[in-house]
């Protein structure tokens, strides 16, 4: 008997071979969703929940409670959208489309989009009023540019003042100082920080420690960072100094104790420069932290007004709106480098730099910093906005006081001297670092340690700013300015003093000691009645290696602050 879907027991066998859905079964109606509690319990859920996603924001990204700050609108945008969000999920609301989510916000989050246009329409117009294309002017008064005398205003400094190191050459060192130490170099790292300042007279860099890892913050936290590092960029001796009590608050900390949210809960309305660390003439720590201000507009033209001062050990605090003489850091590199190019493309108007050009000046590609008067200055090259490979004039400004001098000197630029001293050098492979500013004799000159692939000092070149042909090294600094001023003489170029203002003094040894630094063996005397060290390597002075305690000597040497001077000559009496 033949078998057919209608002796199946009334089994459908189409509507199972196609697995289709009857055609006449009504679609499925989604469910309305429920609004949550009354309206005044939907509002606090609403703000219970911005305010937990705004502390967690705030926490994390500390963002400073001030309109002159992106980041402030930032978070405030985002506070406004979390409300609205909520507002959305809490009052069951399934609208269709953009124009019922717009009747439905603009009914049930009023105030938060009013914050939001506003903020959003005070931003624009604040943009706009900071603008460089009509607020030209203003921003090229940013930085009072007075015109200086170079030979008459910066004085020739002594070798013992004159930084032998750059920041990579530190960096070498503070680390290869930490892996001496057993007790240290498995539990911390150092910092890549290295503030450079003038330290008892001395230009050093700063370096502070970090935990090795979250394990190691655990189980040393309590007690704090037990060191700093103290990089002499003259002598290049590393000096590790302990603490009776620990550092406790740095950039790298966790939780409360990290720098960053200790200020912004301090000081919840500050904008804030980079810190830097410091430490005052007793060596307490110090953190430097800049108070930003904008001046144009709502967000152009920013400035520093005053520091606050943190004491990294304890973690108090205090604002300065002048700061104390120790401090050497209050405004940044780039900052004064970002004010001289308002200047130098804005004195003439905004439409002058696009078009005529006349007079527009922009600071070369690098920069440097050298110690006047207890005083950190940075120092960086002006040029043209052409491209061309001369200098037309150099710029030094005070960190501290932001006082600028302008000094007219037309020469090669800081890389041209670059070249031209490892070009010197060429069959060594020695590189430079980047070029001090000097005088030298009176004559603008740049000074730059030359090392070898191990980043180790080996040599020093001079270079005439003027006539950057003019190239002398040497394998000490005395003798590399003893070539320099040799070169100048036989160019017709007049030096001043030469030896950089040196004087006599005669005694009789009291102490002799003897280093090794960078394969030179260097002698350190001492004359009965003065607590100077006088010191001079063997190569320069080989009658040294003779002398004792109780000789009769003759010292040249150049006068400076410190325990420790550099001597030209020692001779036997």
């Known amino acids: 008997m033949p078998f057919s879907g209608s002796d199946a027991g009334g089994f459908q066998w189409e509507g199972f071979n196609s697995g289709a859905p009857s055609q006449n079964r009504p ?37 400073p409670i001030n309109l002159q700050s992106p980041d402030f609108h930032t978070f405030v945008l985002l506070l406004c959208l979390t409300y609205c969000f909520c507002a959305i999920l809490t009052s069951g609301f399934q609208g269709q489309g953009v124009r019922h989510y717009l009747k439905f916000l603009k009914k049930q989050c009023a105030i938060p989009l009013f914050v939001a246009v506003a903020l959003l329409v005070t931003a624009v117009i604040g943009s ?5 294309i009509f607020r030209a002017g203003a921003y090229s ?35 290869r100082k930490l892996g001496e130490l057993s007790d240290m ?26 935990y090795a890892d979250l394990i190691k913050w655990f189980t040393n936290r309590s007690d704090g960072l037990p060191a700093y590092l103290v990089i002499d960029m003259v002598t290049q001796n590393v000096e590790l100094v302990r603490l009776q009590e620990g550092i406790k608050y740095t950039t790298a900390e966790h939780l409360g104790r990290n720098l960053y949210r200790h200020l912004r809960f301090h000081y919840p309305t500050y904008l804030f420069s980079q810190p830097v660390m410091e430490v005052d003439e007793e060596g307490t720590p110090y953190w430097i932290c800049p108070k930003l201000v904008r001046t144009i507009g709502l967000f152009g033209g920013t400035d520093v007004r005053g520091a606050v001062l943190v004491n990294a050990i304890t973690g108090e605090s205090q604002y300065y709106e002048e700061v104390p003489a120790w401090v050497d850091n209050l405004y940044s590199a780039d900052l004064i480098i970002q004010q001289y190019n308002y200047y130098g493309m804005y ?49 030094l400004t005070n960190q501290r006081t932001k006082e600028s001098k302008y000094y007219s000197c037309a020469g090669a630029t800081e890389y041209s001297a670059v070249d031209s001293a490892e070009g010197e050098l060429q069959n060594l492979r020695y590189k430079a ?22 980043q180790l000092v080996k040599k020093y070149a001079m270079v005439n700013v003027q006539q950057y042909q003019i190239v002398a090294t040497g394998d000490t600094v005395a003798e590399c300015e003893k070539n320099y001023a040799a070169m100048l003489s036989q160019n017709g170029i007049a030096s001043g003093t030469g030896a950089s203002g040196a004087e006599t003094i005669e005694g009789t040894i009291a102490d002799l000691r003897t280093a090794v630094l960078n394969g030179n063996t260097v002698y350190y005397i001492k004359l009965i009645g003065s607590d100077v060290y006088y010191a001079i390597s063997a190569a320069d002075a080989p009658g040294v290696v003779i002398l004792s305690n109780g000789d009769q000597v003759s010292v040249s040497y150049h006068p400076g602050e410190g325990s420790i001077l550099s001597a030209l000559s020692v001779e036997k009496r």
């Open 27 to 63: 679609p499925k109606q989604r469910k309305p969703r429920k609004p949550v509690g009354s309206p005044v319990t939907r509002i606090l859920i609403n703000l219970g929940v911005t305010v937990l996603v705004g502390f967690v924001y705030f926490y994390l990204e500390l963002p």
């Open 185 to 210: 170099v498995s539990q911390f790292e150092v910092v890549d920080d290295y503030t450079q300042i003038n330290y008892k007279g001395r230009p050093v860099r700063i370096a502070t420690l970090m």
């Open 141 to 175: 008064k940013l930085l009072n540019i007075e015109a200086g005398d170079f030979a008459a205003e910066v004085d020739e400094i002594s070798y013992d003042q004159i930084p032998m190191l750059d920041r990579d050459s530190a960096e070498r060192l503070g680390d």
């Open 347 to 395: 004195h003439n108007g905004f439409f002058n730099s696009l078009f005529g050009q006349k007079d527009v000046t922009i600071t070369t590609a690098g920069y440097n910093y050298i110690a006047l008067e207890d005083d950190v200055y940075i120092y960086t090259g002006i040029t043209s906005t052409g491209g061309d490979q001369s200098n037309i004039g150099f710029l």
């Open 433 to 454: 670092t980047f070029p001090l500013l000097l005088n030298i004799g009176g004559q603008p000159t740049y000074f730059m340690a030359m090392k070898d692939q191990a």
């Open 128 to 132: 706009l009023m900071g603008s460089v």
